[in-house]
Nanobody
Framework: VQLQASGGGLVQAGGSLRLSCAAS????????LGWFRQVPGKGREFVAT?????SPTYYTDSRFTISRDNAKNTVYLQMNSLKPEDTAIYYC??????????????WGQGTQVTVSS
């Protein structure tokens, strides 16, 4: 499985971005997909996950929405009302299960999101 994240960039506080992550390989439809983020010097943080059946779990507030399109093998993260503290590298990941005790099996390369104040 390979994952390619895109959609990051520089945005002013209060703005929006939509991240995309295209997956290739088998079992995409049945795997859980997730978004994580990391800032320098800190560990990788859960943002949101979504199961193969489309059930989301959020680890941040309601400004973020995760969705998936199995026909396009793509997972999205819509981020609204962005704040400077959302600045991070955002990673997509996937695996049969993703929980706080079961980390993803596959990771994408990350896309930088920078929110200016």
């Amino acid at each position: 499985v390979q994952l390619q994240a895109s959609g990051g960039g520089l945005v002013q506080a209060g703005g929006s971005l939509r991240l995309s992550c295209a997956a290739s390989g088998r079992t995409f439809g049945s795997y859980t997909l997730g978004w994580f983020r990391q800032v320098p010097g800190k560990g990788r943080e859960f943002v949101a996950t979504i199961t193969g059946s489309g059930s989301p779990t959020y680890y941040t507030d309601s400004r973020f929405t995760i969705s998936r399109d199995n026909a396009k093998n793509t997972v999205y993260l819509q981020m609204n009302s962005l704040k400077p503290e959302d600045t991070a590298i955002y990673y997509c990941a996937t695996g049969p299960t993703i929980t706080t005790s079961t980390l993803p099996r596959y990771w994408g390369q990350g896309t930088q999101v920078t929110v200016s104040s």
